[in-house]
């Protein structure tokens, strides 16, 4: 391109649009570099995007942030085969600014915030694939190489907001091998259908919206499944731990149909058309899956970090994403000033993303992948909730009442739970969420 | 038990609902003889897309257009070296809309 900037940015998603702004604002001469024909046309997500963290970079962000919905209220369900229980929460605290949580699509939200980034003088470059690094005849990384004729971006510092495949972190050697393991696989459906009756299913009004997320729904793959509202659309998918869907037989939209045909699910989304089919990794790794986050020249932010909250009850990854992009952009700005762009001269970004939520929450949570996916509290433990509240609430006249307790320990005995692993998993889960 | 039975979108339809910029070269690339060798053949269930088809000289057919560029097949892949795999041309492949 034959200009020299300040820091290159790969990947014009929220983290990459984070960073860039950032930089940008503090004078600093920055390319965004974007695959896609805009941002965020190869991004999907799987509902919910809390955008508290934009609180600072852009104060009164709701009030111009391009949201399908504003979630208030957001269910939980464990299903079996047929059998469903939820946990209904509604707020109408979140239905009010500075609010919780909005679906949006990612087209729309990722556009809108790299609008953000070119408005405060980053230079976006689209359509353009960033296919290696540069590096300098020290052999290190000074920028990266693209697909344009006399497409060298060269920069002292690179950060690779490239998505989960994240190309660049590879190359520089930050990822472990690759391990199926550590990833789930994302598919959804979104359904067209009127405003009106989308309100009066799920009993929202205005701009109020739902959120849905479903335990137990994926039969002998382990993973999730989710519904949530758009304005004038729903959407329903699943998230399927891939080596198991590679070992498993089923595909993922036959996944999907079951999810959709489950009669707690079925009248949701009846009579719903097609409008976009999308599917996406999601590196569901956690804390101890995920790369080095700094080398000489390079700082790894967003979905190429690992950086999805998979906790269980909490699912989360754009406001990951804006929370390392905007760390990294001010790392880079400190080692810009400081003249040092080695690893020790971004050494901050580490040190940002551990003193606030990005790494303190991982850290926290770091071992709720590995439960949350575990065959117990996939399969297992749902059964025998869903069969301890039927047994609970069926009345077996003129047999007395069981009782709680004893219901619970009936359940327990039908199953081949052994009781150390269900008192392991139960500890497992106080630690984990204390 | 589950609700009666709907129909499903066949799955060409569902492919049709998203927009595909189709690349002039293939950002997928097979190696036939590793895959004609695959017994397992991970890809032909995992693939979202579902690009990956298993021809009657048991190898795999493979279509790069209508990619979601997701990665899947390259994780899933147990066989070194059979999938060679990167990111389409700049401005070619997928593109979301409402998602």
């Not at chain 1, 600072?56 to 919905?69: D, F, G, K």
């Not at chain 1, 920069?155 to 972190?169: Q, R, T, Y």
């Not at chain 1, 967003?302 to 790392?331: K, P, Q, R, T």
């Not at chain 1, 320990?409 to 139960?426: F, G």
Request: glycine share 12%; aromatic share 8%.
């Amino acid at each position: 391109m034959g200009e020299t900037f300040d820091a290159v940015v790969v990947g014009a998603g929220p983290a990459g649009s984070a960073a860039a702004l950032v930089l940008a604002r503090s004078g600093r001469h920055v390319a965004l570099l974007e695959r896609g024909p805009f941002p965020g046309s190869k991004n999907m997500y799987g509902g919910v995007v809390y955008g508290r963290i934009l609180d600072t970079l852009l104060p009164r962000w709701w009030e111009e942030v391009p949201v399908q919905r504003w979630v208030t209220r957001r269910t939980t369900m464990v299903l079996t085969e047929t059998q469903s229980l939820s946990v209904d929460y509604r707020t109408e605290a979140w239905g009010s600014p500075p609010y919780n949580g909005c679906t949006t699509f990612r087209p729309d939200f990722d556009a809108w915030l790299a609008g953000k980034a070119e408005a405060a003088g980053a230079v976006l470059v689209a359509s353009t694939t960033a296919t290696g690094l540069l590096r300098d005849h020290g052999g290190r990384i000074c920028g990266v190489r693209t697909d344009r004729p006399d497409g060298d971006v060269e920069a002292p510092v690179v950060i690779a907001c490239d998505g989960v495949n994240s190309f660049l972190a590879k190359e520089a050697g930050l990822y472990p091998s690759a391990d199926p393991g550590r990833f789930t696989l994302g598919a959804k459906e979104v359904l067209a259908l009127p405003r009106e009756e989308i309100d009066r299913r799920f009993q929202l009004s205005g701009d109020e919206g739902a959120d849905f997320e479903i335990l137990g729904a994926t039969g002998d793959i382990p993973g999730g499944a989710f519904l949530y509202t758009n304005a004038d659309s729903i959407a329903v998918g699943v998230v399927l731990e891939l080596s198991a869907l590679a070992r498993g037989g089923r595909r993922p939209e036959e996944i999907i149909a079951e999810l959709k045909a489950h009669r707690a699910i079925a009248p949701l989304v009846a009579g719903g058309e097609l409008e976009e089919y999308s599917a996406h990794l999601i590196p569901e790794g956690g804390y101890d899956a995920m790369p080095g986050l700094v080398t000489d020249g390079l700082l790894v932010a967003g979905d190429a970090a690992g950086l999805c909250l998979v906790a269980g009850i909490w699912l989360e990854g754009v406001n990951f994403a804006i929370g390392s992009g905007a760390a990294a952009g001010e790392a880079a700005v400190e080692a810009l000033a400081a003249g040092d762009t080695s690893a020790a001269g971004l050494a901050g970004y580490r040190r940002r993303l551990e003193t606030g939520f990005v790494l303190r929450d991982h850290e926290k949570f770091r071992r709720a992948p590995k439960l949350a996916l575990s065959d117990r509290v996939q399969r297992v433990y749902p059964r025998i909730v869903c069969d301890a509240v039927e047994e609970l609430f069926t009345v077996r006249n003129p047999e007395p009442k069981k009782g709680g307790l004893r219901v619970l320990r009936n359940e327990l005995k039908k199953t081949d739970l052994r009781l150390r692993d269900a008192i392991r998993d139960a500890w497992a889960i106080v630690r984990t969420f204390k | 038990m589950t609700a009666s039975p709907r129909p499903e979108v066949a799955f060409e339809d569902r492919m049709a609902t998203v927009e595909f910029r189709v690349a002039p070269e293939a950002h997928i690339v097979l190696d036939g003889d590793v895959c004609r060798g695959c017994t397992t053949r991970p890809c032909v269930t995992a693939c979202p897309a579902n690009l990956f088809v298993p021809t009657a000289d048991g190898g795999i057919l493979f279509n790069y257009e209508e990619c979601f560029e997701c990665g899947t097949c390259y994780l899933v892949c147990n066989e070194e070296g059979a999938i060679r795999w990167r990111y389409p041309e700049g401005g070619y492949g997928v593109v979301f809309r409402r998602s």
